[in-house]
């Protein structure tokens, strides 16, 4: 049962991790990642961690790949350019992950760990249970479990702050000035605000941009004005 | 199951997303490829973990879930700012720190 199991998930997620890194299409990748991550739950599941396999469904299938279709549905999904001046580079980095890949091999059947060979250690039912994960997250790994909380409020705010849009930013926008604006420094702020108020973005305009958008600033359906650059404070 | 067969996938699947993230030019791509590394590891590591009968693996493994969703939210923000500043969503093009 165990071996059917493995071999219905391992190719399937060897298969789909190809995918992801082969399909020029953006959100058939993020779909193959999708099915990558179920199968790899799957492995957990055949390695008794039970509570990692739950975990690793809703965290990424559930919330992390929904970020990854909105965002890329926001940002249009062009196709991922092929060809052009990488190509070359592209056959050293196939050698360079066969290397990897080799690497990876020799290192495994080198290794001397007889273990490897075998079924792992006898382990109870309840191995890898979450009484047994949590009880271990405060006491022995109280620090890195708090890091990982302090570390997961960091990106959080990073987040809003790097994504967030003030209205007054783009040309033809009317600005909300708060009181604390008034003391924050020239290029300070979100990234829009930063750059434009200082240094608007040189050669951007001709990048490859989906056809939704002019470039001169603004979404098709944003701002009013043509002219591009920040407004000054 | 052999502990070794585990190991075999994750390496694979580590160098398959190595290679995507060397070649592919969207940054939300590369994210994706840098979640199949990440996954790959923690493959890794809960084959060790069952090796050993051992539950700190599962400990690691929990925190590089945390690690990778603090990535995930900071690096699409990154690529929603840079869409909004019309800068090219292309790693080739992103040269320069002060844009």
Known sequence: ?233 | MDIGWYLAVSAIVFAIGAAGVITRRNPLLVLLCLELMLGASSLALLAFAKMHGNLDGHVFALVVIVVAAAEVAVGLGIVVALYRNKVAVDVDELRELHG
Request: no cysteine; net charge negative; aromatic share 8%.
């Open chain 1, 1 to 233: 049962m165990n071996e059917a199991l493995f071999f219905f998930a391992g190719p399937i997620a060897v298969l789909t991790a190809l995918g992801v890194v082969v399909l020029r299409n953006p959100f058939y990748a993020v779909l193959s990642l999708v099915v990558h991550l179920l199968s790899l739950s799957l492995l957990f599941l055949l390695l008794y961690a039970p509570f990692l396999a739950v975990i690793q469904v809703m965290v990424y299938v559930g919330a992390v790949m929904v970020l990854y279709v909105f965002v890329n549905a926001y940002v249009g999904g062009a196709d991922d350019a092929g060809g052009g001046p990488g190509r070359p580079l592209r056959w050293l980095a196939g050698l360079i992950s066969i290397g990897v890949a080799a690497t990876f091999g020799i290192a495994l059947l080198g290794s001397g760990l007889t273990a490897i060979d075998s079924d792992g250690a006898e382990v109870g039912a309840d191995f890898g249970s979450p009484g047994q994960i949590g009880e271990l997250l405060l006491t022995k790994f109280l620090l890195p479990f708090e890091l990982a909380s302090f570390l997961l409020l960091v990106a959080a705010v990073g987040a809003v702050v790097l994504a967030r849009r003030r209205g007054g930013t783009l040309p033809g926008e009317t600005r909300m000035i708060a009181a604390l604006d008034l003391l924050a420094p020239t290029g300070t702020g979100s990234m829009r605000e930063g750059i434009g108020a200082i240094n608007p973005v040189p050669g951007a305009v001709n990048t490859k941009l989906p056809s939704g958008t002019r470039p001169d600033g603004g979404t098709a359906s944003g701002g009013t004005a043509s002219r591009d650059g920040g407004e000054d404070r």
